[in-house]
Structures are given as C-alpha cells and as structure tokens.
C-alpha cells in the first residue's frame, strides 16, 4: 500500500492510499477535491474508499464532489457521526476492521477533539511498520482542542495511541508541529529530544517541507500529552493527576 500526502487549504494534509498505477485508491479526510482529483487522474486510480476520522468541513468538505466522480466510492466514518459526514454508508465502532490493498486497519475510538473521533490504524506488515491515520487527535508536538470531548476522554483517547509500537507512522491531519514544538518548549524546555526536534522542525519548515509522518516513538520522547507523567510536566502543571495534568496543559495551549 502506498501513501500520498497532498497538501490542501491552509494547513491540511489529505492522504491517498493506493496500490498501483491504474488501480484503486482511497482518500483519507478530503479537505477538497481538486487536489485528489488531480492525483487520481495522474495516476490512472479509481476511488473506491473514503476514510474519514470525523465530520469537521476540512475533513469531509471533498466528499460530494469525490463521489460525483466515484459514485460507487464506500464512505466511512464514525457510528456516532451518523448524519454529519456527507454520503456516509459505513458506520464504524471500536475493534472493527477496515481492509485496503492488502492491509487492514483497526478502529480506535478516540473521542475528545470530537465526540464521535475514530481513527484508523494500518497494522503492520512483515516489511511496513503500522500506519496511524489520526485526524485532529494528535498532531506532532501536539493534540486536538476539546470541541465536544472531556479532557478524560481525550486521555483515555491519548493512552490508547501510547500503547502502540514505537515504529507507527503517525499521519495527523494538519501541518502545526511548529507552533506545537515551540509550545513543548515551554512546559519541558531541558528536554534534549525536543530541543533536536525543534531544531529539525525548523530547517524542514524553512525549506517548505513536510513534518508529517511523526513516529509514535518520536511523539513520546517530544510531546507533552503523550508525556503527562513525566515528573517535570507535572511539576510545570502543579499536579500528578493525569486529568488534571492534561486538562491544564490543554487550557495553557489553548492560550499559547
């Protein structure tokens, strides 16, 4: 299986999946269309899947347009998004599988940044590690804001990402590591992997390059929600309860 990211609005990543030239694709939370219409068309693929993690129009907003042109294409997304992402068919929950060119995804249920938030996770294959396609959960250096979620939720949302291997490519929906390593900085500036990320970030950034894919194992060393027992981020917070921890850093980006 392949991965494309293509770059869409202001900030947004679409990612197409596919197996060859000519054959069949999937888009993953279409921002737009033209931009995936484009690939498609370059590359000879029909669409025959859209993968989407939540409802927001920068997820979903290509979705009429796509299936106008791929009116046979199958749409996921979340059993609680019924009724809010366009053309909808396929209603998914927690531990439920996805195939696709010769992968399967597992559904993670991942609330917080939105109530019905699902993820799909490509399993790992004998010579590809897993593929995480989180949305607005988790970003590098960062998280989602609390649309409709708890501060428990997305812990609980959060803790399930840190279970998976240290190998998973992290495909987050939205180009905002840099601002979110300048806020890392803050709450952990004496952390040397994030000090050496941010210096990586920074010349990727200026060359006009891509941050994304993060690895989990990166995202652990670097990221101050994955990392809310770290004695210093608790120390920074005022607190060792791990909600409490969250929920403050939360509020503190949300400010930054």
Known sequence: ?????????????????????????????PAEPAPVLDFLRANRLELTAIFNTHHHGD????????????PKAVVYGGANDRGRIPGQTVFLSAGDDVPFAGRRAEILFVPGHTKAHI???????????????????????????????????MLHSL???????NDTRVWCA???????????????????ALQHYAQQVQALRQQGEATIPSTLGLEK?????LRWDEPAIQRA???????????????????F
């Not at 996770?121 to 708890?150: M, N, V």
């Open 1 to 29: 299986m392949h991965i494309t990211r293509l770059p869409a609005l202001r900030d947004n990543y679409i990612f197409v999946l596919w197996d060859e030239p000519g054959g069949q694709a999937a888009v993953v939370d």
């Open 59 to 70: 997820h979903v907003g290509g979705n009429p347009d796509l299936l106008a042109h791929f």
């Open 119 to 153: 993820a799909y996770y490509f399993l790992p294959t004998a010579d590809q590690p897993g593929d995480l396609f989180i949305g607005d959960t988790l970003f590098s250096g960062g998280c989602g804001r609390l649309f409709e979620g708890t501060p428990a939720q």
């Open 159 to 165: 803790q399930q990402l840190r279970q998976l291997p």
């Open 174 to 192: 939205h180009e905002y590591t840099q601002n979110n390593v300048r806020f890392a900085l803050t709450v952990e500036p004496d952390n040397a």
């Open 221 to 225: 060393q670097i990221n101050p929600f």
């Open 237 to 255: 917070m005022g607190s060792n309860d791990p909600v409490t921890v969250f929920a403050r850093l939360r509020a503190r980006k949300d400010h």
